[in-house]
């Protein structure tokens, strides 16, 4: 009930974004029309955006014939996890990464790298693909997955605003300044948003990810060498898509200092310390 309050919340703020970028467009007939089209968004996420994300990263599905080690190891947590079998997917990447994707547990995907196949065992392969399952079973990937969708759309409908200006009531031109003001606080605000609701569910997905895969310290591991290699190596669909960042078990973009701020996953050595003591309890 939880997470549905949440998503509920979520689709309102970005709701309430559109119609602000539409009124300043167009008055109350831009606000109007920026609600309807914000509907529409949020009804075609909800069913199509799953399907929009794995495209952006040109994810291949793969299954026991194509890729039968770590078809099973997802299929075998799944299982454990009490969860349907999700959908697998590989993505032709060096950059180490991961993400699940989906409205809900019934149709659910998961999808790596092939960068991080090569850089982890299979603990710390384990580790990740059940951090990847907590965020299925927790249902946080229709979060996820709309969010990811309608920030990108308000990053368009924004730079269009300080492109081509509003209109007023009398359909005078609007201050050119506020345009620009729009276009550089509306991205910013959609951001806010993924930040507030993104960096405690990472630290539920790594609590939940060890319980599925029963060695919080394997999935420490990972995360230690996902952050420093990942560092190096961009993965180019997030640097393309900045907005599906906060899908990925790391945050794939460069930043550092103020971007930090506003930086979706929450300190990777935090989250290390906190699977560690969870692995010190175990023992």
């Known amino acids: 009930m939880f997470n549905l309050v949440k998503t509920a919340v979520l689709m309102a703020a970005i709701t309430a974004l559109f119609m602000v970028i539409g009124s300043y467009i167009g008055g109350q007939t831009g606000m109007l029309v920026a609600l309807l089209v914000a509907v529409g968004m949020n009804f075609f996420s909800y069913w199509f955006s799953a399907d929009m994300v794995l495209r952006m990263y040109n994810a291949q599905q793969v299954d026991e014939s194509s890729a039968p080690q770590f078809y099973r190891l997802v299929q075998e947590l799944a299982q454990r996890a009490g969860l349907p079998a999700p959908k697998v997917y590989l993505i032709d990447e060096d950059a180490p990464n991961a993400f699940a994707t989906g409205r809900d547990p019934e149709h659910a995907a998961v999808a790596a790298t092939t960068g991080i196949l090569r850089l982890l065992s299979e603990r710390e392969l384990r580790g990740v693909m059940g951090h990847e399952l907590a965020h299925v079973a927790h249902r946080d990937i229709l979060i996820s997955t709309v969010s990811a969708t309608m920030a990108g759309a308000i ?129």
């Open 155 to 283: 990053s368009m409908l924004a730079n269009f605003a300080a492109f081509f200006g509003g209109r007023d009531e009398n359909g005078r031109p609007t201050n050119p300044i506020a345009g620009l003001a729009i276009a550089l606080l509306a991205p910013l605000a959609a951001s806010l948003i993924q930040m507030a609701i993104s960096r405690a569910r990472e630290f539920e997905a790594d609590r939940g990810g060890a319980e599925i895969s029963g060695d919080p310290a394997a999935l420490a591991s990972a995360l230690d060498k996902i952050h420093r290699v990942a560092q190096g190596i961009p993965l180019s669909a997030a640097e393309a898509h900045p907005e599906t960042a906060q899908m990925m078990i790391m945050n794939p973009l460069s930043g550092g200092g103020i971007a930090g701020l506003f930086a979706t996953h929450p300190p990777t050595e935090e989250r290390i310390q906190r699977l560690m003591a969870m692995a010190q309890g175990r023992r």
